[in-house]
């Protein structure tokens, strides 16, 4: 069975897929996959171990660099659905000769591989790699009334609603596909999940988190950098080493949205004045940031700054107490304990006492702080709801177990 698998080039969007990917491999010899990314993505991750089912192909890089897409965000969605799908034709033509594809396994804000697998008859699998829930009542925030997620602002709000179409597009596409793929995990979501089952004329497999049971196999990663750089692969990691268990705060806030140089200047403040140790994930240049942290209190033994890590290893390292995010779907599922900030390019200025006043009850392990324990509490049974549905004869694996042999046709 031949696999092939595009996806959007976005960093979590790749991420989503390498780990789809890795676990499918790890389900038997037969699954042959064909990871399709853009030629600047291939430059990212060439470099990086990976099971011998897996081989990458590219395309040439027809939309925006990831080190720009974001400053024109409808600009990069109308290049995936108008600039794609002629390079994606070409290299199926390509694939035809050498190891035909049966199945094409696409990013929904991917549409048209839907209507290129109808034309050459392969079946066409969606992945969704965010949340389902959308009518949750959020009431555990202390000092903000109950909120159903529904009535918050979305991302298509303002700018965002220069791209409506297109994701209605996609979303039309989806009804043609032979199944939807989701990287949640089915007890997190079983009424959505179960409402869509219902209405939709095809399979929905919940498969997540897609983690590819990495804690007991960290030592292949080596800790290598997405451009292969071997000469300081273990810097953050060596630090991660020296630090207390529970002690450091994660925090990366995505990789696609960035906060304003302000923001982050008082996120910097917020974090020196809480006297917590952390790591600093920062997109491009860091040498600001780095400036902003040469004194001899938090510089060096207490905080450090890089460009980029591997997310999930440094999750998986004892020294993590916590992890503020961006709100990512698939970067809450692998952290389980979080804080979040909501990064839109436009968000409103949060101050630095705020900041630290947060961080510090974040993460008081040991204190007397009820919320914070209250939050570790639900984390605590949420990680359980994880590790259950990932473990053998587990939701999740059951799912994926029953999208081999249903999708794939692989006993």
Same mark, same amino acid.
């Given at each position: ?266 996120? #910097?403040?917020? =974090?020196?004045? +809480? ?8 997109? /491009?240049?860091? &040498?600001? %940031? *780095? @400036? ?19 997310? #999930?290893?440094? =999750?998986?390292? +004892? ?8 709100? /990512?779907?698939? &970067?809450? %599922? *692998? @952290? ?76």
């Amino acid at each position: 069975m031949s696999c092939c698998g595009y996806s959007i080039s976005r960093k979590r969007a790749y991420q989503s897929y390498d780990e789809l990917m890795q676990t499918l491999s790890l389900k038997g010899e037969n699954i042959k996959i064909t990871f399709v990314v853009t030629e600047e993505w291939f430059g990212f991750i060439e470099s990086k171990p990976r099971p011998p089912q897996i081989q990458l192909r590219t395309i040439p890089n027809l939309i925006p660099s990831e080190l720009v897409r974001a400053l024109d965000f409808a600009g990069f969605v109308d290049s995936v659905f108008t600039k794609m799908e002629a390079p994606i034709e070409q290299l199926m033509d390509e694939l035809e000769l050498e190891s035909p594809v049966t199945v094409i396994i696409a990013d929904t804000y991917v549409p048209f591989t839907v209507s290129v697998g109808s034309r050459r008859n392969i079946p066409v699998v969606s992945l969704w790699t965010m949340s389902q829930r959308g009518h949750e009542v959020i009431d555990y925030i202390p000092g903000v009334a109950p909120t159903r997620l529904s009535d918050m602002p979305g991302y298509f709000e303002g700018t965002g609603r220069k791209v409506l179409g297109r994701v209605l597009e996609a979303f039309d596409m989806v009804r043609k596909a032979q199944c939807v793929l989701l990287t949640s995990f089915h007890e997190i979501e079983v009424q959505v999940v179960e409402t869509l089952m219902s209405r939709l004329p095809f399979p929905i497999y919940s498969v997540g988190p897609s983690i590819p049971h990495l804690p007991a196999n960290l030592d292949q990663y080596n800790g290598q950098t997405p451009n292969g750089n071997s000469d300081k692969k273990d810097y953050y990691l060596k630090w991660l080493d020296e630090q207390p268990r529970n002690s450091v705060l994660y925090v990366s806030l995505g990789s696609f949205l960035s906060v304003s140089k302000d923001q982050m200047e008082e996120i #910097l403040a917020g =974090l020196h004045d +809480s006297k917590v140790r952390y790591l600093l994930i920062s997109r /491009g240049d860091t &040498s600001f %940031l *780095e @400036g902003s942290l040469a004194d001899d209190e938090m510089g060096g033994c207490k905080s450090f700054v890089v460009s980029w890590c591997d997310q #999930l290893r440094v =999750l998986c390292h +004892s020294s993590i107490g916590g992890f503020w995010t961006h709100c /990512g779907w698939n &970067s809450t %599922l *692998e @952290g389980v304990y979080s804080v979040g900030m909501k990064v839109t390019g436009a968000e409103k200025l949060i101050k630095r006492d705020e900041i630290s006043n947060i961080i510090k009850k974040f993460m008081d392990l040991d204190g007397d702080h009820d919320e914070s324990k209250k939050m570790r509490r639900r984390s605590d049974k949420l990680k359980e709801r994880c590790e259950k549905a990932l473990a053998k004869g587990g939701s999740s694996d059951i799912n994926l177990n029953a999208f081999i042999k249903n999708i794939l046709k692989v006993a």
